[in-house]
Structure formats: C-alpha cells, structure tokens
C-alpha cells in the first residue's frame, strides 16, 4: 500500500468554500509540487478513504505518495547527492578572508563581540601566502569568475593604514585572479576608502539597522557617528558604479521603523538607483546567550506591516526563505531546489584569517576550536572537523529525517546548532516552514486562479478526478525560456 510523503504540507485555503470546497494547497517540498486538492482528496491522502486509480497516480507521479518510506529515502539521498554537484557546478565558490578581527561598532547583538574577538591586521606576507599558496589549494573551479572572494571582519574599512594597505592588496591580487570582489562593511569608514578601491571591489554589502537614529543606537560608534558617513558613503559608491546590498538587521525591537528607513532611502534616490538592493534579515540567534525570539514570530509580524504600510515594499523578504522560494515559484512555475542542505559551510566555502586558520563557516571564524585546519605554513586539513561541516545534511540529522520542510532547510544553520546544543548534528528550526505556510495562505486566490486555468504550474484534484494537471517538467518555463536566469538555488 501506498504511504504518504514525509514531505507533504497541507495549506487550507480559506475564503475558498464554494458549492465544491474547501479546497486545501497540498505542497511538497521534496518533488516542489504544489496542487490544489478537495475535502475527499485529503481524506485519501491520509488513507482515510480509498483514492480513485487515476487520483492516486497522479498524486504519485507528483511526489505526494510513495510506495514505501524507503523508496522515498532512496530517492531523496540520490537527489541530495545530484544536487550538491549541481550547486558546485553553478555556484559560485566563497572565499572569505578576514584581514582583522578588530572593529569600531559596539553593536550588542554581534556575536563576534560577544565571543571577544579582536586582533592585529594580518601581514602582508600572509596575504601573498594565501593567494600563492593556499588558494590554489582550496579553489575547486577552474573558471576564476565562479569566486565569490569576499573581504569580512572585523571591519576591514578603519582608518588604520596597515589595514587600508592589507585590504588593497586583497582586492588587487583578488581582482587579478579574475575574482568577484566584495566587501563586507559597516559603512563608516566607507568614504575615506572609496578612492583606494574603486575598480577593484564588484559588491558592497552593508547594513542598515533603521533610519538615522535607530540606526546609532543599535550599530553604536563610540564618541561618533555611525549613519552619517555611512549615508553618504553609499550615495558615493553607487555613483562609483559599486553595487549594494543593503542588509537590514531586523527584530521586533527596529521593525516599526523600517518605514522610516525607506522613506530616507526614497529621498537620496536609491530606491530608483538599480545598483541598490535592500534585503531584510531576520537577527539571528547567534549568540551564546541564545536570546534572539522565534523568527516564525517575526515574521508575522513583517507580514502584518507590510501589508499595513506599502513603505515596505523597499525590502526584499528574502531573509525569509520560504516567501523568496514561493515568489520564484509564482515567476517560474518550479520551486528552488531541495537539496537538503543549508548553506556552503556544508559544501565548499572556506574562511581564511589573519593567524593562517582556516575556517568551513563564516560566523565560526575566530573560534580556533571550530578551526578546520591551517593554510599557513601549508595547507592542513582536519578531515575530521571538516567533516563535521561538509558531511551534515538534513537526511542524517534524527529530528530532521521527519520533517517536511527538511529538503529546503537543510537542518538550518549549523553554527546555531553547535553553539546552542554543542553538536553539529542537531538540527536548528528557523522560519522556513512557517514563511511557506504564510506566503501559501496569503496566495489562496491565485492559486486557485491557477489551479483552475491547468495552466502547469498547479494542478487541481477532486473527488471527481485530476481536473487538472501538471504535466510539464519545467513548470511555466517550457513557455518562457528566458525566465531560467532569475531561479537561484541560494
Ligand atoms: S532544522 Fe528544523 S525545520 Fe529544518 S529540517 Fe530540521 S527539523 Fe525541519
Ligand atoms: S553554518 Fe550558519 S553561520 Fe555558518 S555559513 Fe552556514 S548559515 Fe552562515
């Protein structure tokens, strides 16, 4: 007998009661279908009552039924398994490197500030190390232009010259390579560096924690200013020709004021500039103290402002990765790929600091315990703890194995899991599932719309039958080709 998948979602649709409903979204995270079904379907889907053959088949060959649990974990190991290749093949490789540890902000939720990290600035023969020696190691692609070379802190923007000279020779050696260059950067050292590294930085990304004054109450700089030089610093690096992206730090505590800070963004005009991209980001808790609340709370509450003010509209809600998978799903008609892991910690990103560390995770960078080996004097894996790292999937992870959003989430971030529970292997829930359920429930009316028209997207199951069906491998794409660019799988 046929079982149900551990990865179906059941959405009810309300406002969706006609002569014929209630109908319910019935979502599947591992197949990325999604199909609109009835009371008497449901009730067949939970072996409740027997499915009409055609039904049945059809809710087979969509993911929704298995012949048995293990033919589903086979299948889902394979497809983890072609998925990491895939990722390697077209993402790009991060390489982070950390000229210092040191920074001028005081902000209280930054976890590097509450583990104490601090440092000297790297030198310059560990700069010409990491780039002669180390990097050729660690580079898996042959194409340089799939580096993501990114430069992150501390803050490698401070008026100290030895930095300013580091981060120079970063960004020239990166840039020679044919590297994407990036910087990470709270933006207040911004403007005195633009003239050092206009032309060699592609992509700025800063953040933004409210308009003016909360934003100095939340990123404090001691005895200064930390809005003012950034504001300005942005409008000069965008006229430069750099991109950036704007990441703004959000908890309940900012959230009101977001659209203060869109108004201020409206009025310098980077709204309109199409080099600036604001994106939201739940803070995370990433922290020893644990105290960040339930970022399924958050979200709610994002939602419920942005439907309340369209200042809103400024932010992308990507942070939130259910409603950025469901709206690539409205533009495509496919779901972004299961894959079963989180992010490239578990793939091949490497961290390299200015004590020759090395690092599989961004956060964890400075905490020599989660060290997974050294590029200095020669590269020295620990395959040990770098398999901690690499190694972790949602498929192996006990809690995860029964979890319905486990083929997108990955198990969630394994830095969280490791500092709340001291284990790589224990799963860290974030607001995945509850932002699908939202953005599905919030969508009620097109998917039925869809759902109705068989236009192959979603389908639409009754007890009268498959009243339409998805038939398509790729979804709304078979019609419109060019849209394949705009999916990403990060
Ligand atoms: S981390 Fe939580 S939400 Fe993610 S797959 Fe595991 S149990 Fe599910
Ligand atoms: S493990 Fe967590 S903190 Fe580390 S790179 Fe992945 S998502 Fe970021």
């Known amino acids: 007998m046929a079982v149900q998948s551990t990865h179906n979602v059941v ?47 059809y809710l087979s060959r969509r993911g929704y039924l298995f012949a048995s649990e293990e033919e589903e974990r086979g299948q889902a190991r394979l497809l983890y398994e ?30 590097q500030r509450l583990h104490h990290l601090d440092s000297p600035v790297i030198s310059r023969e560990m700069v010409d190390h990491l780039f002669s020696v180390a990097l050729p190691a660690l580079i898996e692609t042959s194409s340089p232009d799939r580096v993501a070379l990114t430069v992150f802190g501390g803050e490698p923007l401070q008026e100290e010259p030895a930095l300013q000279d580091r981060v120079v020779q970063i960004l020239t ?8 260059n990036g910087i990470i ?30 934003h100095r109450k939340r990123r404090p700089l001691p005895g200064g200013d930390s809005f003012a030089p950034l504001a300005t610093a942005v409008s000069d690096a965008l006229a430069a020709g750099i991109r ?24 310098l005009g980077w709204l309109d500039n199409p080099r600036m991209y604001f994106h939201l980001a739940p803070v995370k808790n990433h922290n020893p103290r644990h105290c960040a ?70 956060d964890s960078a400075g905490l020599k315990h989660l060290a997974v080996g050294r590029f200095h004097p020669a590269v020295e894996i620990d395959p040990l703890a ?46 995945l599932l509850a932002s699908y359920v939202q953005a599905i429930g919030r969508n009620t009316g097109w998917l039925l719309q869809r759902a109705r028209a068989g236009d192959h997207a979603v389908g639409l199951v009754t007890r009268d039958g498959v009243v339409t069906a998805v038939n398509r491998l790729f979804g709304l794409l078979d019609e419109s080709p060019e849209l394949i660019d705009a999916i990403s799988c990060s």
């Open 293 to 362: 609340p339930s970022e399924s709370e958050l979200l709610l509450k994002v939602l419920d402002l942005a439907d309340r003010d369209e200042r809103m509209r400024a932010f992308d809600l990507s942070g939130f990765g259910g409603i950025k998978y469901f709206r690539g799903f409205q533009e495509s008609g496919l779901f972004s790929l299961h894959r079963f892991f989180n992010c490239e910690a578990q793939i091949n990103c490497w961290v390299l600091d200015l004590y020759g560390d090395l690092y599989a995770c961004w």
């Open 82 to 111: 072609e998925m990491l290749r895939f990722h390697r093949a077209t993402v790009r490789q991060p390489i982070v490197v950390i000229p210092s540890y040191n920074c001028n902000l005081k902000c209280p939720y930054c976890w």
């Open 11 to 57: 959405v009810p649709l309300e406002q969706s009661t006609d002569q014929e409903g209630p109908y319910y979204a019935l979502f599947n995270s591992l197949a990325g279908s999604i199909d609109v079904i009835d009371q008497s379907v449901l009730e067949g889907l939970g072996l409740l009552s027997p499915l009409r053959e055609d039904v049945g088949e």
């Open 185 to 214: 950067t709270n933006g207040v050292g911004l403007g005195k560096a633009l003239p050092r590294i206009v032309g060699k930085v592609d992509v700025l990304q800063i953040t933004f924690d409210g308009p003016p004054d909360v």
């Open 244 to 267: 950036v992206r704007a990441r703004v730090n959000v908890d309940e505590s900012n959230l009101e004021h977001l659209p203060e800070l869109s108004d201020f963004a409206r009025s």
């Open 386 to 431: 770098l398999g901690r790292w690499r190694n972790r999937n949602a498929l192996d992870i006990p809690a995860c194995r029964q979890c319905a959003a486990a083929p997108h989430c990955g198990g969630g971030c394994q830095f969280i899991a490791y500092e709340h529970h001291g284990d790589h292997a224990a799963p860290a829930c974030d607001s």
């Open 173 to 180: 050696l990166g840039k020679d390579a044919g590297f994407t």
